[in-house]
């Protein structure tokens, strides 16, 4: 599918809805409301389907939590189906409401709902204060919120922004077992050229390894030998026969950077598959490990012009 030119910015954007989700609130911390049109989506499988289709230039969508980990959905969205890049990372400080109809007090509810991560989040408060009530999983923590005004739900653990799009109040808030949770969101486009390296980059890529003796090792070792710092690594299973994984993994720099570039192109000759996710900012506040000088792009540069010379016959040492 071809991508969009690296000069065009995206102005429709996708997102894991409904309004007044955390992906929506990420999204407004990363892109003005005046700089493109949203639309929200049930699932993150159709924000990603928005952009393979067409329907919108973007979508933004969680890719990891502090507490609760991975999102599978997003790691076998962005592994399967048409290529998606990854262009820009947000992280959003995540703050659990308990939002209820006003005039609702504790006693009240019988039901509260949320996604399956925000119950997971806050499992030891709500067992705390709703002693007897079982949480109840839904698409969403927005989505909880929208069925509470409805009178589907009597309470919903969702963001504050949440409660005041439906029209609920916060009867607890802070509501967290562990206070200061952050998750990881990525906008993600068609492939195109990637953004220019700024020294401070992560490179997004998923490896399928065979099944066979050694194949992680000779995975991990392609970065090991140039001094590449991985900063997450995870295996899915493939889904197409038990004991054959892909690994989604970040690595420290871009892909424009020789050592990088290279330790790419090696993956691709050891392993059974490889796709390249996208070069982009790094975000987390922070910064790269130092390149040691055997490992930087004029030491790469050399070694390269070296071996051409004895290639070409004009010297041997």
């Not at 007044?20 to 929200?40: D, H, I, K, N």
């Not at 987390?284 to 792009?297: L, Y």
Request: hydrophobic share 40%.
């Amino acid at each position: 599918m071809p991508g969009m030119p690296p000069s065009t910015s995206p102005t429709r954007f996708a997102y894991l809805g409904p309004e007044g989700t955390f992906a929506e609130a990420a999204l407004l911390s990363a892109v003005a409301s005046s700089e493109g049109a949203r639309y929200p989506q049930p699932s993150v499988p159709a924000a990603l389907a928005a952009v393979r289709s067409g329907d919108a230039d973007a979508a933004l969508v969680p890719l990891e939590n502090s507490v609760e980990g991975s999102v599978p959905a997003t790691m076998d969205g962005l592994a399967d189906g048409d290529p998606l890049v990854i262009t820009r990372e947000v992280f959003l400080h995540v703050e659990f409401a308990l939002a209820v109809r006003p005039g609702t007090e504790l006693a009240d509810i019988r039901s509260v709902a949320s996604h399956p991560h925000a119950l997971a989040q806050t499992a030891g408060r709500l067992a705390e204060l709703l002693p007897g009530v079982s949480p109840l999983p839904l698409t969403s923590t927005a989505v909880a919120a929208e069925a509470v005004a409805a009178g589907t739900y009597d309470a919903a653990v969702c963001a504050p922004i949440a409660a005041e799009r439906y029209g609920l109040v916060s009867l607890v808030g802070d509501l967290a077992d562990r206070p200061g949770a952050v998750t990881r969101f990525v906008l993600v486009s068609p492939p195109g050229q990637p953004t220019a390296p700024t020294g401070n980059d992560k490179t997004s890529l998923v490896a399928v390894v065979g099944d066979r003796t050694g194949a992680l090792l000779e995975l991990l070792r392609e970065f090991a030998v140039r001094e590449i710092s991985l900063t997450r690594i995870e295996s899915r299973p493939t889904r197409e026969r038990l004991g054959v994984y892909s690994f989604s993994l970040d690595c420290e720099g871009h892909i424009a950077d020789r050592r990088v570039g290279e330790a790419l192109a090696a993956l691709h000759r050891v392993c059974d598959d490889v796709r390249f996710l996208g070069s982009y900012p790094r975000a987390d506040g922070r910064d790269n490990r130092p390149v040691p000088e055997m490992a930087g792009d004029e030491a790469f540069a050399e070694a390269a012009s070296w071996l051409e010379n004895i290639r070409t016959g004009r010297t041997t040492s």
